[in-house]
């Protein structure tokens, strides 16, 4: 049974409308910009694209804002003192699994392809599922992402 919106013990279903933003640490902010910016070719917010609440740290340099073309806002704190990655991944993240972005099947490959130029640490070689192919990447501070399609 669905909970009528005036439940005051849980959200209605469709309450939550969409993901407004994730937020991830970095240790270095020029190399995650360019990870983010221009390897995943990700738009970075800038001048009125900026969130106002987000201005004075974007322009501190502590703060870089990117949008997927879904509208999901990929927030980047710098955060200098940042333990190095745990060197086994599976280690690294105890309540976060990965991010997953979509990508059209005739541009997967392509995007494998440019990971390995970029030199980006892959986690292991493209797998193909049922649900469709990915590959599994980390970002400069050893997040993994996935890069994934449906299938053909």
Known sequence: M??????PSVLAAGALRRVHHIALNVRDMQRSRHFY???LGLHELTGVEVPATLKDLVTQGKVAN????????????????LLPPNPDPRQQFTRANHLAFDIAPELFDHAVEVLRQNQVE????PVSRP???GIY?????GFLIEIRC???
């Open 2 to 7: 669905l909970a009528s919106p005036q439940s």
């Open 37 to 39: 910016g221009t390897i």
């Open 66 to 81: 990117f949008v997927t073309p879904d509208d999901t806002v990929i927030d980047l704190f710098w955060e200098p003192e």
């Open 122 to 125: 892959i986690d292991h070689d």
């Open 131 to 133: 649900t469709g192919r």
């Open 137 to 141: 990447f980390y970002d400069p501070d």
């Open 150 to 152: 449906n299938p053909l």
